[in-house]
């Protein structure tokens, strides 16, 4: 079975990190690129980075920009979000997910995690 399974979220507080993994499971990562999405209550699933297939490529949203870094470890089949100075405004399901290239569309993505809830909150 194809599977995306995100790991390492849960409740910090203002200004600290936390680090976020992508593990896929039935599959190779290899030859997709990752994109990582959040979802806060009452809004839409946004992109908010992206790593190419090789990891020579990586696209930020700007507010995310200097906080966030992402990696991946196709060695272990695993990608990371690094998220350092987290604003209670980072509250959100986070998910990941695999697809040709990198896009901020969710219908550009084949397979998708089942998401791990971030809470920034003192």
């Known amino acids: 079975q194809l599977q995306l399974v995100e790991s390492g979220g849960g409740l910090v507080q203002p200004g600290g990190s936390l680090r976020l993994s992508c593990a896929a499971s039935?599959?190779?990562?290899?030859?997709?690129?990752i994109g990582w999405f959040r979802q806060a209550p009452g809004k839409e699933r946004e992109g908010i980075s992206c790593?190419?297939?090789?990891?020579?490529?990586?696209n930020y949203v700007d507010s995310m920009k200097g906080r966030f870094t992402i990696s991946r470890d196709n060695a272990k089949n695993t990608v990371y979000l690094q998220m350092n100075s987290l604003k209670p405004e980072d509250t959100a399901v986070y998910y990941c997910?695999?697809?040709?290239?990198?896009?901020?569309?969710?219908?550009?993505?084949?397979?998708w995690g089942q998401g791990t809830q971030v809470t920034v909150s003192s």
């Open positions: 997910a695999a697809g040709g290239y990198c896009s901020a569309l969710v219908v550009e993505y084949d397979y």
């Open positions: 790593i190419s297939s090789s990891g020579g490529s990586r």
């Open positions: 039935g599959f190779t990562l290899d030859y997709y690129a």
